[in-house]
């Protein structure tokens, strides 16, 4: 079985050289990190990870904690990580922590138990006190996808008060007079920067803001159901609705459907996170594309960073959204 030291020979350099191109370091002379590169593939080189492992009393392994493993929107955004991680030579365990806390709390731990390389969350409450853990313990951590309020370190968002503000923008250029927003839970940023970004657009063309025109609830299509059902059996009818997820959006055309009115005739409606199906239903699905991939890609790009200098500046990477308008609130 070839050595470190028999690919060395074969190139011509150090062993040290390389473990650093095998680590992917970037201090290398390109020049040499080919030979080393044309040296492993002629020996067939492989690592002994364990050994690695030992040695750095770490693991090769990544753990992504997702809130919400049957969600599409973390599909994608777990596929750019995965890209990133392998071709790092990382491997990513996911964890889905269903939206508790709790088990989101067991997942952490047994990240800091296996010594994971770095790890990459998308939290499901606001509590800070998992990722300080892995802050003290020095292992790498970047948040994806919601805020967490006081935490300084690197974290990947989009912008989604801009997202909520253009959805809500474009209702009101249909002509929809009632809209309503139906937004995730209280304790989540996403929930509630999408909820502020519907009411500054409604406020920038001088409508009165309308308590009994807005639902919290759980990002969940059953959520979403509920949701719609409580704004149809409320005082103020809707004539239009901003859903703020794509699974609650799903769940609120069911509702309709179930109560037989018709979109966008009766009601209008825009979702935020593009569902892979949005353009195949009829009405065709008007919603906020988030790039979720790209969020993936650059969380696990931070990662990377951070594992390289965990004293590194801290980074807030912030994406932007787009606005796919479709039949779903185009006014007939
Ligand atoms: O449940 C998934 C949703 O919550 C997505 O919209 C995502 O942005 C997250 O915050």
Redesign the pocket.
């Known amino acids: 079985v070839p050595t470190i030291y028999d690919v060395a020979r074969r190139a011509q350099v150090s062993a040290a050289t390389v473990s650093r191109v095998l680590n992917g370091s970037n201090s290398v002379d390109p020049a040499l990190a080919h030979r080393v590169n044309a040296a492993v593939a002629e020996l067939g080189y492989r690592r002994n990870e364990m050994a690695r492992n030992l040695r750095r009393r770490q693991s090769s392994l990544w753990a992504m904690i997702i ?2 493993v049957t ?1 599409p ?1 973390f599909t994608s955004m777990v596929r750019g990580v995965e890209d990133v991680a392998s071709s790092a030579g990382y491997s990513v365990v996911l964890c889905n922590s269903d939206e508790h806390a709790e088990k989101e709390s067991s997942y952490i731990a047994a990240a800091m138990a296996e010594q994971m390389a770095g790890v990459l969350i ?1 939290p499901s409450s606001n509590r800070i006190d998992g990722v300080s853990l892995l802050m003290e313990a020095k292992c790498p951590v970047v948040v994806i ?2 805020e967490l309020q006081g935490f300084h370190g690197d974290t990947v968002l989009v912008d989604n008060e801009e997202g909520a503000h253009k959805a809500t923008e474009h209702l009101v250029a249909q002509g929809y007079e009632r809209i309503a927003c139906i937004t ?1 839970p209280r304790w ?1 940023s ?1 929930a509630l920067g999408r909820l502020r970004g519907y009411q500054h657009a409604l406020a920038a063309d001088k409508r009165p803001l309308d308590d009994a025109l807005v639902r919290h609830s759980d ?1 969940r299509e059953r959520g979403g159901y509920d949701a719609m059902a409580s704004l149809l059996d409320g005082g103020a009818l809707p004539d239009a609705v901003f859903v703020t ?3 609650m959006t799903v769940g609120a055309l069911e509702c309709l459907a179930d109560r037989g009115l018709a979109v966008p005739r009766d009601i209008g409606i825009v979702g ?2 593009d569902i892979p199906w949005a353009h195949l239903v009829r009405p065709t699905l008007t919603t906020v594309v ?1 790039p979720t991939y790209e969020i993936g890609m650059t969380g696990a790009q931070l990662l990377l960073r951070r594992i390289e200098d965990v004293n590194t500046e801290p980074r807030r990477i912030l994406l932007s959204t787009e606005l796919r308008c479709r039949d779903s609130s185009t006014r007939p």
Do not use: A
Request: glycine residues 6%.
């Open positions: 809130s919400d969600n929107f998308s996808d919601r995730g989540l996403t990002f997820n794509n699974l935020f996170d988030q």
